[in-house]
């Protein structure tokens, strides 16, 4: 089961109740990421990317984190870039149980005069005991996804410039996963990954996105994942819709296009 919600995190987690879901898993917009750092984007068309200003652009705070703790059952894994490493561990401190290092060793050069970040950071907050955090590594070596004509994962627009400009490698997604989870919920959904990395691993989801252009690009992305042989069920083919304009409950496919439900699925959960 999956819930996609088209609004504002902050006043959608009010809305739900305590320990209700699982895991928290939040790629949030950067906070002291203020003017952002130029780069060159990846891949064969690279083009100076502006929009990586994203504590800019989102307006980023840390005032989501109070509700995301409130309704996590067992914990949190939040996104982080050195910026705010220290700032995102503060807001619970005594139940910050590992630092994961993300190493993206495809990062292109700075065009201004700063080092070479090839490292963003994961937090991960434990609340209760509930989770298999021993399945997780404090370090994954996985390339940060490329944009000009060869890109595969990235979603690109029609000229070929990144449609987002934060887009996170599914396999990175999948990888914090692995603690075991029956239920997720990124309140900053972007494209829609950590959705796609859960239909894979059969876990219920829940996704907030407030940006309009943004949202429908992950409600397809999430419909296209359930979609794969092998993942579709019954029950995969219904999604509840808040906000925005969509309607609620609908079905993710009309009877017609409904591809045959498989029979068995092997779970990733040990
Ligand atoms: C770092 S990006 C997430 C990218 C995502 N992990 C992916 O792989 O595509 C953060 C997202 O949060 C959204 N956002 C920012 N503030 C928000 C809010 N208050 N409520 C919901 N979404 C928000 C932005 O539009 C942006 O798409």
Redesign the pocket.
């Known amino acids: 089961m999956f819930t996609l919600h088209n609004g504002?995190?902050?006043e959608y987690m009010k809305t739900l109740q305590p320990d209700s879901v699982d895991l928290v898993l939040a790629?949030?917009?950067y906070p002291e990421l203020k003017g952002g750092t130029k780069f060159m984007n990846g891949g064969v068309a690279s083009r100076i990317n502006e929009s990586n200003s994203?504590g800019d652009i989102?307006n980023a705070s840390l005032e989501?984190m109070d509700d995301a703790w409130r309704i996590s059952k067992f914990g949190m894994m939040v996104f982080c870039t050195h910026h705010s490493v220290d700032t995102v561990k503060q807001k619970f401190r005594d139940n910050a149980i590992a630092l994961i290092t993300w190493v993206k060793r495809n990062t292109p050069n700075p065009v201004n005069n700063v080092p070479k970040y090839t490292t963003e950071f994961i937090w991960v907050f434990s609340k209760t005991s509930g989770l298999v955090w021993r399945n997780l590594s404090t370090h994954y070596d996985i390339p940060m996804l490329q944009a000009g004509c060869m890109a595969t994962e990235r979603i690109l627009n029609k000229d070929g410039t990144t449609f987002?400009p934060?887009?996170?490698p599914e396999l990175l997604i999948r990888q914090l996963l692995k603690c075991n989870p029956k239920s997720v919920i990124d309140?900053?959904?972007?494209?829609?990954?950590?959705g796609a990395a859960c239909i894979q691993m059969d876990i219920d989801f829940i996704g907030?996105?407030?940006?309009p252009k943004?949202f429908p690009a992950a409600e397809k992305r999430i419909k296209s994942a359930a979609l794969q042989p092998g993942l579709f069920t019954p029950s995969n083919n219904r999604v509840h819709w808040t906000g925005g304009e969509s309607p609620a409950n609908l079905s993710l496919f009309p009877a017609e296009v409904i591809p045959p439900a498989k029979v068995t699925r092997k779970s990733p959960r040990q």
């Open positions: 504002d995190c902050r790629d949030q917009p994203v989102w989501w987002h934060t887009q996170k309140p900053f959904m972007g494209t829609g990954t950590t907030c996105e407030n940006d943004y």
